[in-house]
């Protein structure tokens, strides 16, 4: 991966098989953010609840030159989040979304609507 990548983890012990999963979501971000110059990616555990399990929240900080993008997901009360795969599929979802509205806002493609006339009718022939 040409993009540096940082993992850290809070309230929670480092997995390989975690940090493994990690590297292969941001090596997909690579296709849309070629010119990205850093990654930072934060797991975090929340406190167990009494009749739930621990509830996972990741963080995506993006680096691309003048700008930096945060994507995550992290819902307190999301309870599919209670498995930490699918925090990571919602997160570089999330980050994926925005890293593509970014790269469109650059480009400066913009929707553009061929002169409608609303609300009048069409010119009759």
Same mark, same amino acid.
């Given at each position: 991966?040409?993009?540096?990548?940082?993992?850290?983890?809070?309230?929670?012990?480092?997995?390989p098989a975690i940090?493994?999963?990690?590297?292969?979501?941001?090596?997909?971000?690579?296709?849309?953010?070629?010119?990205?110059?850093?990654?930072?990616?934060?797991?975090?555990?929340?406190?167990? !609840?009494? $009749? =739930?399990? %621990?509830?996972?929240?990741?963080?995506?900080?993006?680096?691309?030159? +003048?700008? #930096?993008?945060? /994507?995550?997901?992290?819902?307190?009360?999301?309870?599919?989040?209670?498995?930490?795969?699918?925090?990571?599929?919602?997160?570089?979802?999330?980050?994926?979304?925005?890293?593509?509205? !970014?790269? $469109? =806002?650059? %480009?400066?493609?913009?929707?553009?609507?061929?002169g409608a006339t609303? +609300?009048? #009718?069409?010119? /009759?022939?």
């Amino acid at each position: 991966m040409a993009i540096p990548l940082q993992i850290s983890f809070r309230d929670m012990d480092p997995s390989p098989a975690i940090e493994s999963r990690i590297r292969e979501k941001a090596a997909k971000l690579e296709r849309f953010a070629a010119r990205a110059t850093g990654c930072r990616v934060t797991v975090a555990a929340r406190n167990r !609840h009494q $009749r =739930r399990g %621990r509830l996972y929240s990741i963080r995506i900080d993006l680096r691309t030159p +003048g700008e #930096e993008l945060v /994507a995550g997901h992290g819902h307190p009360q999301d309870h599919a989040h209670e498995d930490i795969h699918v925090a990571i599929r919602d997160a570089f979802a999330a980050a994926r979304r925005r890293l593509e509205e !970014h790269v $469109r =806002r650059r %480009r400066g493609d913009v929707k553009a609507h061929a002169g409608a006339t609303r +609300g009048k #009718e069409p010119p /009759a022939d």
